[in-house]
């Protein structure tokens, strides 16, 4: 296998073979780091991450992953460079691709990191857009596979949002490892028919299925990983709160899903998560919108703190495992062979 100058811009451009190597050179990598054996391969290379929104794991995970290979880092915030503001995105994309041998990208627009990696000449890695997020779903499935043993059959259900870049990715990822995905949600609230439709092609491949239901009792009967994200992304406008509220209460994830899942079952979530008063947002809403729905008056939202609390809960594994996957996606985009 060889990813020497490949992009990594939506699970869409790659095969389910390229896919499992990913996940496999981050097992690996991860192993190496827990023994002490170190990896500083790519000690005459830097990479400069480019964010418009806030990241704790995604930067963390490029900062750590990137020094554990060896290679310089420059990190450019929401605030700070002239891209978008004075520089259009092109010129930007040929300015970093001079200097820099690979660049990570969070924002809003797809065709914003498309463009990077069209006009760049290096390499370019999707850390998050609004329609997708797909170094996440490496580190959720390194976590599947490291608690299932496989992905292929696994039971998952998205409940959600299924239609931002969460639901978008996990679809695709599940499409192309031969997963029983369903996005459990309100109708409105599902993925595009378009996107549907690309994904019911690679599930033919395969053998993966894909469902869809409003149910939360139906979407979480037997099933092997119970998946949540925040119920209002960023980017998005705050006065949307209010009814997303009153759309997801109902599938929250709570001690009743969890029971109606496998015993065996898993609860993930890409983080950061509501769970409780601690944040600003959580207790806002609580304060908001507890006398109305008093699933959230205690600042839980897409999943109350017993279950991301409880031992079904892999959040934590998930989260360290996006640096061991983002680690992998650099390194397998930065050279050839790794021996
Ligand atoms: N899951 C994830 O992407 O987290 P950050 O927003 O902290 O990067
Ligand atoms: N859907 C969330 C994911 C955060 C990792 C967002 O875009 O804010």
Redesign the pocket.
Known sequence: MNLKGRHLLTLLDYTQEEIQYLIDLAARLKKEKKEGIPHKVLTNKNVVLLFQKDSTRTRCAFEAGALDLGMGVTYLGPTGSQMGKKESVKDTARVLGGMYDGIEFRGYKQSDVELLAEYSGVPVWNG?TDLY?PT?ILADFLTIQEHFKTLKGIKFTYFGDAR???GNSLMIGAAKMGMHFTACAPKSLWPTKDLIDRCQVIAKTSGATLSFTEDPMIGSKDVDVLYT??WV??GEPQEVWDARIKQLHPYQVNAKLMKNAKPTAIFMH?LPAFHGLDTEVGSEIAKNFGHIYPAVKQGELEVTDEVIESKQSVVFQEAENRMHTIKAAMLASLVEKYE
Request: glycine fraction near 0%; aromatic fraction near 0%.
């Open positions: 998050l997020h996440q931002n870049n969460m994200d925040v992304s960023m890409c």
